[in-house]
């Protein structure tokens, strides 16, 4: 959108006091994939250099941190979620040092340094597991990792300890020359760490101080709600409970692997780390629980202080869920004295601006994955694209202006759709392999960015790029929507440097607008927000306009838009 002039009155406005222990609250972090985000020595990966490169960039758009998924060296057995080293970069991303240069020039723009850290595995080939593998059975090797023997049948043989199946699908159990098997919740290269073990919680207490040294200032935990499994159980007498039996037992800090009570000692050991810092080190869990007072203790002070709110992420393009969404995550997070999470995209679900442009879903469909789109080819011709932008659009403002933190995923800010037409030979995602033609895997939104619409790889850097890149994402290139006062890229410039002007205290109040399908809300310095879920224009409130996500139609708001205006 052309800029707006603005009102004296935002002018005047004060932006609300962030004491620097604060900055977390209502930040707006930026996911970067680093393999995919730019590729500055063109050897087919995006590298750390390359997301230095990128700082100018990064500090136009308007972002208050960017969160790094993992850059560590790995075999890619899951994307670098398998790390075989917790304190160094892959060498085909760079080095230490070009870790510290990054950080350098991000604290230079202004921009805090959030890195991933994966505690429920490690690699396969990380150093414990290889010491794991080539001793005896019942060593202090070993029980850094959660080994059993087969469970013998009635008939005296051997087998399999369980019929688990993991998060990609086949059992979760593999075993090793020696007749043991080891588990792994996800790929078989990436081995469950035993919590239970103090060296463990040792490790990655120093692994956090590790980073907090270099001056990283935060932390998303991977999994978080899974560390701790129950001894009496996986180490217990056969027979251990069917995965039918695992799938009926409630989630409430006794099931035997997810979301058991114990894990949050692990965060209150991690809090006195974080705490030595000033500021003090954040963290926010990635923590699938459903239940809201469970989910709350991931965002315990006294643990990790945060928590990822996934509930927009799986909604419907429809107002009222998304209202309650709303209500029950602002409240959930006051509860722990928190702020919420909005997300809409990140590395593990398809891009939200295809999500939206397909068909609403059935009731009980699963609305994360798209996986019926996939399954039936994933063509771009078989989306709504003006739809699917429309609608990202204009969540995207409407997240933007609630409170609490934002976080945005590379590519986005292009209105990035997904790739889902992949050929398979190029696929990586290990889901893709151990679920064929169940799970088409999550590939098709960690594509490299395209910077430039007529360079080779779009700009990536490289000339054959670790995914190929469809022709389409010339229309999204960088250069292109720089140069279009209509772009997402410019709309999320804007939407971002008002947001800084705008930010206030972390409340709001509904406003009645007659129709079910509009939301208005108002922020306590008269920030105001309207969006309409509708396909019909509907009126404006009064105040002055500051942005909305399309051109208004005469004078009215056009339909799956949101606009800002402040009171005057
Ligand atoms: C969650 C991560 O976001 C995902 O990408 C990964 O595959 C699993 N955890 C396992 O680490």
Not at 42 to 66: F, H, M, S
Not at 107 to 117: C, F, K, L, N
Not at 187 to 208: H, S
Request: proline share 7%; net charge negative; aromatic share 10%.
């Amino acid at each position: 959108m052309p800029s707006l002039p603005l009102p004296s009155k935002f002018e005047e406005l004060v932006p609300v006091d962030v004491p620097d222990a604060q900055w977390w609250r209502q930040a707006v972090v930026y996911q970067v994939y680093p393999r995919s985000f730019y590729d500055l020595d063109g050897n087919g990966l995006g590298d750390i250099r390359g997301i230095t490169e990128k700082v100018p960039y990064l500090k136009e758009l308007g972002i208050d941190a960017v969160w790094l998924s993992p850059f560590y060296p790995s075999e890619l057995a899951d994307g670098g979620y398998d790390v075989a080293d917790y304190r160094d970069v892959a060498p085909e991303l760079g080095t230490l040092a070009d870790f510290d240069e990054m950080t350098a020039a991000l604290h230079e723009a202004g921009i805090r340094v959030v890195v991933d850290i994966v505690p429920n595995h490690t690699s396969d080939q990380h150093v414990w597991f290889k010491e794991a593998v080539n001793s005896p059975k019942g060593s202090p090797a070993r029980n850094r990792y959660i080994f059993r023997d087969s469970r013998i049948d009635e008939d005296g043989n051997e087998q399999i300890p369980s019929d688990w199946i993991s998060m990609f699908g086949g059992p979760q159990w593999d075993q090793l020359a020696d007749g043991q098997w080891y588990l792994h919740t996800f790929a078989p290269e990436q081995p469950d760490l035993n919590w239970d073990n103090p060296e463990v919680r040792e490790e990655f207490e120093d692994v956090l101080a590790f980073w907090s040294d270099r001056g990283v200032d935060g932390f998303r935990i991977d999994v978080a709600h899974s560390l701790v499994k129950d001894q009496a159980v996986i180490f217990g007498p056969d027979p251990l409970p069917t995965w039918a039996e695992m799938e009926k037992l409630p989630w409430d800090g006794t099931h035997p692997v997810w979301d058991r009570d114990e894990v949050h000692d692990v965060y209150r050991g991690w809090r006195k780390v974080f705490d030595r810092y000033d500021p003090p080190r954040v963290a926010v869990a990635e923590a699938w629980v459903e239940d809201p007072q469970r989910r709350a203790k991931y965002a315990s002070i006294e643990g990790l202080g945060q928590t990822f709110n996934f509930d927009l992420l799986r909604a419907d393009f429809h107002a009222p869920q998304f209202k309650e969404i709303i209500d029950h995550n602002l409240e959930l997070a006051a509860r722990a004295d928190s702020s919420t999470t909005w997300v809409l995209s990140n590395h593990d679900v398809i891009r939200h601006a295809t999500r939206y442009g397909l068909p609403d879903l059935l009731e009980g469909e699963e609305s994360v994955v798209g996986q019926k789109w996939l399954l039936d080819g994933g063509s771009l011709a078989d989306v709504d694209v003006e739809q699917g932008n429309r609608r990202a659009d204009a969540t995207t403002m409407l997240l933007l202006a609630l409170p609490g933190a934002t976080y945005l995923y590379q590519g986005e800010e292009l209105g990035l759709h997904e790739v889902g037409d992949i050929a398979d030979a190029d696929r990586q995602d290990p889901t893709f392999f151990r679920s064929p033609g169940v799970d088409i895997g999550r590939d098709g939104c960690r594509v490299p960015l395209p910077w430039v619409a007529d360079a080779q790889g779009y700009g990536f850097g490289s000339e054959t790029p670790h995914f190929p890149q469809p022709t389409w994402f010339a229309d999204h290139a960088v250069d292109v929507e720089d140069r279009d006062p209509h772009s997402t890229l410019n709309l999320y410039r804007q939407a971002l440097s008002l947001r800084k002007r705008l930010l206030t205290e972390e409340r709001l109040t509904w406003e009645e607008t007659g129709s079910e399908d509009v939301l208005q809300f108002v922020r306590p310095n008269g920030w105001r927000v309207i969006m309409n879920f509708s396909k019909d224009a509907v009126d404006l409130p009064d105040g002055d306009l500051l942005l909305s996500s399309r051109p208004l139609e005469d004078g009215r708001l056009p339909g799956e838009t949101t606009a800002w205006l402040l009171d005057a």
